[in-house]
């Protein structure tokens, strides 16, 4: 009982909050969101392959309801920047993008449901900057990675907690794949990342 009256309590007070995406409806986003690549690479230099480690920035959505149902949204952020290492080299590069995408959704539930799970299908492009070579093999030299077009999925949540806000929680597939050029030659990499999103929203 002690575990299940605090969950009553709080059902009781959100239920009377109707969670509103209606045809014309534009909503935004804004949180924190966390790349973790899932990466792969052809072997650099018999040292291994090329492994980006996690990172954290300020992401934001906006989103225009076309129905009730289905939606269209962009997402954009702050530049992530990762470090790049091989198991052999250790660090040999730092990297920073923007990954921009443009997602159609599909919403389930009613209009006024409180809560709107919904999953997203669409494109993401890439751009790489800030390219620096690290360590002593690749340290002082150029690096450069071609930008990126690919597939993008996502699936997340909406949850109503006052009059036209709402809490959410996300997560995204991005297919991102690009040629790493170094001095050691041109490497074909798999970023492939997914990225999960806490935000807070509002509904105009």
């Avoid at 009256?5 to 045809?23: E, G, K, R």
């Avoid at 999953?119 to 990126?148: H, P, R």
């Avoid at 790493?180 to 074909?188: E, K, L, P, R, S």
């Amino acid at each position: 009982m002690k575990a299940i009256l605090p969950l009553a309590l709080v059902s009781a007070l959100c239920s009377s909050v109707a969670l509103a995406h209606n045809a014309g409806d534009v909503f935004v986003r804004g949180g924190l969101a966390v790349v973790m690549p899932n990466e792969s690479s052809d072997d650099v230099a018999n040292s291994g392959e090329l492994e980006l480690d996690s990172d954290t920035q300020v992401g934001v959505t906006v989103t225009y309801m076309l129905t009730e149902q289905f939606g269209v949204e962009l997402l954009a952020a702050t530049p992530f920047t990762h470090k790049v290492s091989t198991k052999g080299l250790g660090e040999v590069a730092e990297v920073s993008h923007l990954p921009p995408s443009i997602m159609a959704q599909y919403y389930f539930g009613q209009a006024n449901s409180q809560i709107r799970p919904y999953v997203g299908a669409g494109l993401n492009y890439t751009v790489f900057f800030d390219e620096k070579g690290k360590g002593s093999v690749l340290g002082g030299t150029d690096v450069s990675l071609d930008n990126s077009l690919g597939f993008a999925a996502q699936v997340g949540v909406d949850v109503n907690f006052a009059e036209n806000w709402f809490a959410n929680a996300s997560l995204w597939y991005m297919d991102i794949n690009t040629d790493v050029h170094t001095i050691a030659g041109t490497f074909d990499t798999d970023i492939d990342p997914i990225t999960f999103m806490a935000s807070v929203g509002y509904t105009f």
